[in-house]
């Protein structure tokens, strides 16, 4: 009679599962518009030139780095969310290498250290560091005209230039393999306005990073391009 009472449970527990069957929960699925990186993408611009490039993007800190490094424009460095990625972006552009030995990550810290040691071999490549006063020159901002970059510049001097080469570095957003050099050849003589057409373009250019070295007889100098005069027109 015992058997009989174990067998009419076990009957009846059976019956309930069956009924009720055992729910076995669910990985709850995340929405599609809360997935990180869902729809980033991996890459952004080549020669990203304003903040609105390095939009839907997972590289965005390095994207603004990009930026902040070809417009030469320190500020957008603070636009920057990492911390290392934005003491990499100040420093590289001011020149502090003291800065880079704040960046944690050390490749990057080592990144930042090797820029900065390549903008300083780049810009003295060997010429007198200071201009005589007997040879200086004047320059204008890069303004577009008729299609393409063009650079005024002037003679204060008692004695011709006799050559001026600008040379754009990489980075430079137009269709021309970088870096390049263009030359004038011709003397500018004393109290004359040139104008050095380069490469095709847009829109102005910002030429702060780009270099321009020129000659007097046998002297030559080299320095960025970061003092223009609005007084200068082409």
Known sequence: MKMLYILLALVFIAGVILIFPVQIPK?????????PFK??????????????DCENTSKRDFCIDDVAEITNNISLCYEINDPDVRVFCTARISLNEAMCEEVMDEGLRKACLESIGLKRSWSSPGYEESPSPDCMIEY???????????I???????????????T??????????LPA?????????????????????EEDVNTGGFSMEW???????????NQTSEEIEG
């Open 39 to 52: 729809n980033l993408s991996d890459s952004y611009p080549e020669h990203p030139k304003t903040i609105k």
């Open 140 to 150: 204008g901002a890069g303004e577009c005209v008729g299609g393409h970059l063009r």
């Open 215 to 225: 000659c007097c007889s046998e002297k030559c100098y080299t320095s960025k391009m």
């Open 168 to 177: 754009v570095p990489s980075g430079v957003q137009t269709n021309i393999t």
């Open 181 to 201: 050099d263009f030359t004038v050849n011709e003397p500018l003589h004393p109290g004359d306005t040139g104008v050095l057409t380069l490469f095709p373009c």
């Open 27 to 35: 990985e709850e699925s995340v929405p599609e518009h809360q997935q």
């Open 152 to 166: 005024p510049f002037y003679n204060p001097n008692q004695q011709d230039i006799t050559r001026v080469r600008i």
